[in-house]
């Protein structure tokens, strides 16, 4: 009997939720974060997204972790659901907004059919969780906001800040914890020995 390799373990709820709640608190100092460096991007308000990627990891790394449907999705709304919780200047807005966020990395993942998760698929994630965080704040925070002086940049910084904090930042987290053997349940630490 054959296993299906979509089918989530326990060990695999159990790791996204530890990656989902650690992410939550941070999301909750990093909000700290948003808030005093406001005055710092004053000169152009939406290069302040630079910062933004912080919010997004853990949908990639969910998903370069765990590798199963639904990963990068569950990790990054449970991590807002936990940030909620905590309290923030957004409250609950900040749930239906990781759903968002959670699904632009997922949707890379499944363009990539849930079987490569290097380099280029961790960039790949972090950038369409950037365009989905900036797509959904193009119209629930910045919808009065001009288009060209302040939208498109902000989609823009925040792609890339998505593709370098999320993408490699995670995929630069899981190198740095595989050969500790924390992940030798999931394929990234089968593939220690590759690295």
């Known amino acids: 009997m054959t296993t299906n390799p979509y089918r989530w373990r326990t060990i695999d709820i159990v790791v996204a939720s530890v990656v989902a709640v650690a992410f939550g608190v941070i999301f909750w100092a990093w909000n700290t974060v948003w808030a005093v460096t406001e005055g710092a991007f004053a000169f152009f308000p939406p290069s302040q997204t630079v910062l933004y990627g912080v919010w997004l990891i853990p949908a990639v790394l969910g998903g370069l972790i765990v590798r199963k449907p639904g990963a990068a999705l569950y990790t990054e709304l449970v991590a807002a659901v936990v940030s909620a919780l905590l309290g923030n200047a957004w409250g609950g807005t900040v749930i239906p907004q990781g759903l968002v966020q959670g699904l632009g990395a997922e949707l890379a993942f499944a363009a990539?059919?849930?079987?490569?998760?290097s380099l280029s698929p961790a960039l790949?994630?972090?950038a369409l969780t950037g365009l989905s965080a900036a797509v959904y704040d193009f119209f629930v925070w910045n919808s009065e906001a001009a288009l060209m002086s302040y939208r498109v940049p902000y989609a823009a910084i925040t792609v890339v800040s998505g593709a370098v904090l999320a993408?490699?930042?995670s995929w630069?987290?899981?190198r740095a914890l595989?050969?500790?053997?924390v992940l030798d349940r999931f394929g990234a630490g089968r593939e220690r020995a590759t690295i």
């Open 112 to 117: 990539l059919l849930y079987r490569s998760y």
């Open 124 to 126: 790949l994630a972090g």
């Open 167 to 169: 993408g490699i930042g």
């Open 172 to 174: 630069a987290l899981v």
């Open 178 to 181: 595989t050969p500790t053997g």
